[in-house]
């Protein structure tokens, strides 16, 4: 698994989930920026926006967290939280 640190941030919008105990991620556009929303099930969520320079891209929550993309496996990694895979895409039929 090759991980970057910088890549487009549309490659990385959807739902993520961890296999481990980390809550669920959804990971979306709002307005002009790119926001990652954490859900926990007690029903409260926690959202910040997503930032990228020549160092890398983090998400701005309490604390400045590091992400990292594996577009080949479609694995998302958050510093703070470990490895995450993306949740099936569900679509209504006709």
């Not at 930032?51 to 080949?72: F, K």
Request: with cysteine; proline share 5%; charged share 30%.
């Amino acid at each position: 698994m090759e991980y970057e640190y910088l890549f487009p941030l549309r490659h990385i919008c959807g739902r993520w989930r961890s296999n481990c105990k980390s809550p669920p991620v959804r990971v979306f556009r709002e307005g002009g920026a790119y926001r990652i929303r954490f859900s926990y099930r007690w029903g409260a969520a926690l959202t910040g926006t997503l930032y990228r320079n020549g160092q890398g891209t983090w998400a701005d929550l309490p604390e400045r967290v590091q992400i990292a993309y594996d577009a080949e496996n479609d694995r998302l990694v958050i510093a703070s939280e470990g490895t995450y895979v993306r949740e099936p895409e569900e679509y209504e039929s006709d």
